[in-house]
């Protein structure tokens, strides 16, 4: 199994381009998420999904747009991208959850993203 | 709001030392709680979880954390570092709903 995969692993963007970040998953799990990394502020969450055709806005969504067309592959998009997007972006996935229990998150290789 | 503080935003160890890394949570329901390690230049990786019962729940490569209810906390330790462990750790905590919210993280650099 491949678990989490991105593509690409490295883009450089002008400002105003626009691009998609693709993340796939081989492990059949509901849940998939995109967060961005930043020094010194941990992960945050920018958009999430609990199922095909589910999206929903995490804590930093401005800017960004997400789509969820296959249960495998989960999708963000930069229509008009900013140097503050300059940031390294993950994906994640897990199962559904369990009564109270909520597993663990598995995460991609990332997506180091620099905005001109 | 929900938060996740972790206290430590660079720690420098040398090698034998032992470690303890705070994480502290605001939230006063049921928990579900994550240490994940992020090693130079690679993706996040479990350590350990905890759910429920033994709140001494023990990881990865020698860690270990202890929840405590009272005092919201889900501290990381390891009696005994290694150079290999230099690495960036998040803690994070699931309240009940369908995502996790990440603590900002502690730099730790074992000197060898």
């Known amino acids: 199994n491949a678990g989490v995969t991105q593509t690409p692993k490295f883009r450089v963007l002008k400002t105003g381009q626009s691009m998609t970040l693709l993340c796939a998953q081989d492990m059949n799990h509901e849940y998939m998420y995109w967060y961005r990394q930043d020094p010194g502020m941990g992960l945050r969450l920018i958009h999430y999904s609990v199922g095909e055709g589910t999206t929903a806005k995490g804590e930093v969504p401005d800017g960004y747009n997400v789509s969820r067309l296959k249960k495998q592959n989960f999708l963000l998009g930069l229509e008009s991208a900013a140097p503050s997007q300059t940031s390294v972006y993950f994906c994640?996935?897990?199962?559904?959850?369990?009564?109270?229990?909520?597993?663990?998150?598995?995460f991609g290789p990332g997506t180091r993203l620099t905005v001109l | 709001a929900q938060s996740v503080s972790q206290h430590n935003h660079h720690v420098i160890l040398s090698e034998a030392a032992s470690l303890e890394l705070g994480c502290n949570y605001s939230?006063?329901?049921?928990?579900?709680l994550f240490w994940y390690v992020q090693y130079p230049g690679q993706h996040l990786q479990l350590l350990l979880k905890?759910?429920?019962?033994?709140?001494l729940v023990k990881g990865i490569k020698g860690f270990e954390a202890e929840f405590i209810k009272s005092k919201f906390s889900f501290n990381l330790r390891k009696p005994s570092v290694q150079w290999s462990d230099t690495a960036e750790y998040f803690c994070?905590?699931?309240?009940?709903?369908?995502?996790?919210?990440f603590g900002k993280g502690t730099r730790l650099h074992i000197l060898p």
């Open positions: 994070a905590v699931n309240e009940g709903d369908d995502k996790i919210i």
């Open positions: 994640a996935s897990t199962r559904l959850r369990s009564g109270a229990t909520y597993n663990e998150q598995f």
């Open positions: 939230y006063g329901g049921t928990v579900n």
């Open positions: 905890y759910f429920s019962g033994d709140p």
